[in-house]
Each structure stands twice: as C-alpha cells, then as structure tokens.
C-alpha cells in the first residue's frame, strides 16, 4: 500500500476507529473522566485532519491516487482522492472540529452522542473518497442513521417524531439513489465510476435506460441535498436539534449529497450526457433556481433564527446545484467555493444562535434586541457571518456567487446570473432585520452572565469569521490549486 493509499484509507478509518473505542466503555467505566470521550473524539478527528492536510500536500505534488480494497473473491471498492475531493474533506473536519469544542462545555457529554458524531465524519469522508456508486450508498446510508441519532438528543417535544422522520425520508432518498445505480449497472456491468463513465458512451447518452438512471439517481440525491420541494425534512430537524447538531446538518449533511451529485454529474454522465440531453439540463437548473428563490422568499417569513437558516440553507444549495448545471469550470469552481463558504458560514451561525439562546434565552428575531450591548464579540461575529451569507465583498458568499453569476452569462443562462443577484437583495431583506434588533433596539431580555458561554465557543465562531474572509481574499490561490482537477472533471469522458 502506497502512502498516498494509507492517507486515504486512514482519514476514513480513523473517526471510526474512536468510535470503536469509545463504545467499548460505558459512562460508569469512565469514572472521574466523563470528559474523556471528548479528548478520544477530539484525537481520532485531529489525526483524520493530518491524514487529510498530508494528502492534499501529496495530491497536489503527484496528481490524483486511486486504492482498490478487495475483489479477489468478492467484489472490491474503489475510492479515488484528488485535491477536489480532498477540500470537501478538508471542510468536512474544519466543521466537525470546531463544532466538537462547542460541545466540550455544552454537551451532551454522552459515549453514544461521540459516537455517532465520529461515525458522522466516517460517513462522509466515505462518501468524498468513494469511486463507487454502491460505495456511496453505503456510506449514505450510514449517514443518515448516525444523523437520525444525532437528532434524537435533543429533549424539545416532538423529538423522536422528527428524528424518525428524518430517518425514513433520507433513507427514500438514498433507495431512490440506488435503484439509478442499480439500473446503470444492469446497463453496464460495473457501479466504478470511471468504468462506467467510460461504458455510458457506447451506450449512448440519449438512450432511454441511460437517461432514467440519471433521472432517479439525481431525484434520490436532490432529496439529501433538500432542494425544493424535497425540503421538508431539513426545517423540521433544524427546528428540533441540538445547535451543534444543527450545524452538522446545515454545514456538512446536504454538502456530501451534493459532492455525490457532483461526481455522478461529471465523473460518470460528463458534460456530453448534458449536452445530449437538453431538456434535462433545462430543467434541472430552473428547479435549482426555484429551491434558490423559494428558499429566501420562505426565509423572509421566519421569526425564529433557526427557521431562517433552514430556508436559507435549501437556498444556498439551489445555488450551488445552479452552478454545477452550468458545467464550465468557472461555473464548478464557483459551486465549490460556494459549498465550502456555506459549510463554514452557516455552521458557525448554528452556533451563534445556540451561545446567544443558552445566556439570552433567545431564539426569535424579538428575543434578539439589544443583545450586541452584552455581548459585542458575539454579535460582531453575528454580523461578519451573514455579511458572507449575503455574499458581500471580500467573503467567500461574494466570491462563489461572482464565478456562478459569471460563468451563466457567458453561457446565455441569464436566468441564472439574474437570480443570483435577486438572491442576495432577498437575503440581505431577511438578515438586515435580525441585525437591526441586534444593535438599534433596547435590551429587555434575560442575562445569565458571561460566564455562561466559555472563550473556546466564541473563539470557534470568531474563527469561522476570519476564515471567510480568508477564503474570500485568498481564492484565487484556491482556484490555482483546485484548476487541474476541475479541468479533469469537466473534460471527463
């Protein structure tokens, strides 16, 4: 096994590994440590960051690695790593990471919650660094169970009814995923990615068999992504979840589904099946267009702070699927940054709204007044967090928005760059008030002192600011070091 194959494999195994750790104890065989499941889950994620960093480094010097596990007797699995592949990843632990410190003094200080939270990490690295589409339903399918648990922690009423939920519309979404799987296997003899990309051709891309096993494949995975109207479940479990929890749902769970859509979009149908198929293209991007304007406009009606994240979340991912149906590489580039800026955006935003509910009690946009006159760090990170949401310069929001927009007009999809902008006027329409009760209205409410929130929760968020703007100004470099393995990906065949 190479180096490069040992990272790959490493940065999927190691969460799962402190899973497998964490569950040999129970609470009471912990003792006087029952922080210490949090350090075993802090190290397996921390060793799944370097394993993730040194892979980069190798991508970038040697090119893309592909390490075939099995097949001798039963059928192998394929997983393949590039630097695009890797930044999904890189997000994937940035979020987890932070949301992990989060939790360090709010909880739940539980060896199952740990549990599911490493498993979480597994799940997705599997679904980034898979070159099977069975593969990817595997670890799908395994995302949503450990989601599922993650849900159910919270104690608000209906909890265990949303959790359910959930469980059963994700797993309708991932069954409809594999009967298009199932179907292009039947077609072709193999579910590898690249073998199958390469045996579509022969096919031909506008035969019927060819184009449904796009169609429900794609209709499987827009329900993971939450796009509209397949979005339901995502409000509900927003409403309902812990706030780290929530965040892991808004940052991270559509992302890896769209990371799927991606790499069944160009790895195995190409830009050729696209262009052979008009009328598919057509409609996909109006119905991105449609989830990216029903979303804000159903955010404008929210006077919880986590309403109006849920729908500004099926929003954004409208958008990016927007930008990958555009299918140039500064189209892709711009769905790319605008997937890692919302994972980061939007999760630490998560956060923000649960420090400011456990010291203000604050939940609705009226709960809100006057916060930022005791709690400035807070209420400053608040605003730098959805100036990136609005997609103002220099953040990363403005930046991923700029290619998508651009890349539509040279293509003609003017509808595209139209509601790109319309997008921005509406979320800046739906954000502007939460801001103005912030900073411009009387604080009435309760304060249960600062000692209630620690520095490593307002140091996360504080991070996630800078990191934005980071993204924002330095994306030209990210563009330079992600060119060759978008070029590939557009140009596959």
Not at 214 to 225: E, N, Q, R, S, W
Not at 241 to 252: F, H, N, T, Y
Not at 413 to 441: E, N, Q
Request: proline share 3%; aromatic share 10%.
């Amino acid at each position: 096994m190479s180096l490069t194959s040992a990272l790959i494999v490493g940065a999927i195994v190691s969460p799962a590994v402190g899973a497998g750790l964490i569950g040999l104890f129970d609470r009471r065989q912990w003792g006087d440590a029952p922080r210490l499941p949090w350090f075993v889950a802090t190290l397996c994620l921390v060793g799944t960051a370097v394993f993730s960093m040194v892979l980069a480094v190798l991508l970038i010097l040697d090119g893309p690695a592909v390490y075939r596990f099995g097949g001798s007797i039963g059928p192998g699995v394929v997983f393949r790593a590039d630097t695009l592949s890797v930044t999904v990843g890189v997000l994937d632990i940035l979020l987890t990471l932070g949301i992990l410190a989060y939790t360090y003094s709010r909880g739940p200080h539980k060896n199952t919650f740990y549990i599911a939270y490493l498993l979480f990490t597994t799940a997705v690295f599997g679904v980034v660094l898979s070159g099977d589409l069975i593969a990817i339903f595997v670890f799908l399918v395994l995302l949503v169970a450990v989601t599922a648990q993650l849900i159910a922690f919270s104690e608000k009423d209906g909890t265990a009814a949303a959790a359910r939920n959930y469980a059963v519309t994700a797993s309708a979404g991932a069954v409809v995923y594999l009967g298009g799987v199932l179907l292009a296997l039947w077609l072709s003899g193999t579910s590898d990615t690249e073998q199958l990309g390469s045996a579509l051709p022969d096919l031909g891309y506008s035969e019927p068999a060819v184009v449904g096993s796009f169609v429900v494949m794609t209709i499987g995975l827009a329900l993971l992504v939450a796009l509209f109207p397949l979005h339901g479940w995502l409000v509900e479990t927003h409403a309902k979840s812990l706030d780290p929890v929530s965040a892991l749902i808004s940052g991270v769970l559509p992302a890896a589904a769209t990371y799927a859509l991606l790499r069944v979009l160009f790895d195995v149908y190409t830009t050729e099946f696209l262009q052979a198929n008009p009328m598919i293209t057509t409609g996909i991007i109006y119905g991105a267009v449609g989830s990216l304007i029903v979303g804000n406009v159903l955010a404008y009606g929210q006077r919880d702070i986590k309403g109006m994240l849920a729908y500004s979340t099926i929003s954004q991912f409208g958008l990016v699927v927007a930008g990958l149906m555009v299918a140039t590489e500064t189209a892709v580039f711009g769905s790319i940054i605008q997937l890692f800026g919302h994972g980061i955006v939007k999760g630490a935003l998560c956060l923000v709204a649960g420090i400011i509910a456990i010291r203000f009690d604050a939940r609705t946009i009226d709960e809100f007044a006057g916060v930022a006159h005791r709690a400035p760090v807070v209420a400053a990170s608040f605003v730098g967090l959805v100036v990136a949401l609005i997609g103002l310069p220099p953040t990363v929001g403005f930046v991923g928005k700029w290619y998508i927009a651009i890349a539509a007009m040279e293509q003609g999809l003017w509808i595209v760059a139209l509601f790109v902008v319309v997008s921005t006027m509406l979320t800046l329409g739906y954000v502007v008030p939460f801001v103005d009760r912030l900073y411009f209205a009387p604080f009435e409410g309760t304060d249960h002192g600062s000692e209630t929130v620690t520095v490593a929760m307002v140091v996360v968020v504080a991070l996630a600011v800078v990191l934005s703007l980071a993204i924002g100004l330095g994306s030209v470099f990210l563009e330079s070091a992600l060119r060759e393995a978008i070029e590939q990906l557009i140009a596959a065949e």
